[in-house]
C-alpha cells in the first residue's frame, strides 16, 4: 500500500499550460510568489513560495488568519491563487480547467479533510474507495489494502456512525492514500483527537513520508508539527519562518514569538498532559521514555 516512488524527471520541451521544469528532478510540490486576494482588500496569502520534494512532509503552522487553510486550498487545486503558480509534480494547475483540474485532484492528491467528509450512508470500505470509484477503477482490493494499512480492515462493512473519532480519522486517511497520489494534504488532521489516537494518525502520514509520497499538514499542534521534516511559519499570508527537524519546544517558541510580534496571543493549544499509556508507531517513531506518548523520539 505505501510502496516507494522514484522521483520523476521532467522531459525537455514545453507543454503549453501544464509544462514541467526542463531538466532534474521535479518537486512534488512548488508554490511560487503564490497572492491570493478576496474581495474588499482581504489578502490571505502575499507571495508564497515553497519548493517540497517527494518523501517530505512538512508542517504548516501560524496563528488564526495567517493563511493556513488558503494556501493548502491553493497547493491543493481547491482555489485557484489571485497570482503566482502553483505546480504539482511539474504539472502547472493555472493553464488547467475545471475537467482536468478534477481529474488532476483526484488521481495525483489526497485530502485529508478536518471536518474527515465521510459519507454516512456509505460502508467504510466504500468510503474508502470513493476516489476510486470516482474515477471507474477497480476498487475492491486497493481499498482493503488501505483500510489493512490503517488498522481497520475488520470494519469494512460498518458504518462511519459506528466508528469512533480517532477510527473515523483512519478511513479518511485509508481514502487520501488509496490512489498512491503524489501529494496528500492534512487539514488539522489531530486536532480533536487524544494523544494516543493522535499519534496512531501521525505515524500513518510519517509512513507515506516515508515511502515516498509528500506530506504537507496544517496544524496548530507542535506535537504534531514534530513529526515533520520541516516546520513553515506562517504570518500575515508570508513565510515567516522555517525550522529543518522541528522539535516541539522550538515550535511552540517560534508561535509564540510571531504571537509576541503582533500583540496577539498565539494560536497554539496548551500542551495536553502525558497519558499513562505508552505508543510505538514503528521502529522509525518510537516513543521517548520522557516524551509525550505521541511524540516522536529525537532523530
Known sequence: MFGRRGSREAPAG????????????????DLDSVHRAYPGGVTALDGVSLRVPGGRMVAVLGRSGSGKSTLLQCAAGLDRPTSGTVRI???????????????????????VFQSLN????LSVLENAALPLL????????????????????????DRPAQLSGGQQQRVAVARALVTEPDVVFADEPTGALDPV????????????????????????????????????????????????????????????????????????????????????????????????PYERSPR
Open 14 to 29: 514545453g507543454q503549453g499550460p501544464s509544462d514541467t521544469v526542463a531538466t532534474g528532478p521535479v518537486p512534488a510540490l
Open 89 to 111: 509534480g511539474g504539472t502547472q494547475l493555472a493553464g488547467l480547467g475545471e475537467a482536468p483540474l478534477t481529474r488532476l485532484r483526484r488521481d495525483r492528491v489526497g485530502f
Open 118 to 121: 465521510l459519507v454516512p450512508s
Open 134 to 157: 470516482l474515477a471507474g477503477r477497480g476498487a475492491g482490493d486497493r481499498a482493503r489494502a488501505a483500510l489493512a494499512a490503517v488498522g481497520l480492515a475488520d470494519r469494512a462493512e
Open 197 to 292: 489516537t493522535a499519534a496512531g494518525v501521525l505515524a500513518l502520514l510519517r509512513r507515506a513520508a516515508d515511502d515516498g509520497r509528500t506530506v504537507v499538514m496544517v496544524t496548530h499542534d507542535p506535537v504534531a508539527a514534530a513529526w515533520a521534516d520541516e516546520a513553515v511559519f506562517l504570518d500575515a499570508g508570508r513565510v515567516a519562518a522555517r525550522e529543518v527537524a522541528p522539535r516541539s519546544e522550538d515550535v511552540r517558541a517560534q508561535l509564540h514569538e510571531l504571537g509576541r510580534r503582533s500583540h496577539e496571543a498565539p494560536d497554539v493549544r496548551p500542551h495536553r498532559p502525558p497519558t499513562p499509556l505508552p505508543y510505538e508507531p514503528d521502529a522509525r517513531a518510537c516513543r521517548h521514555p520522557a516524551a509525550s
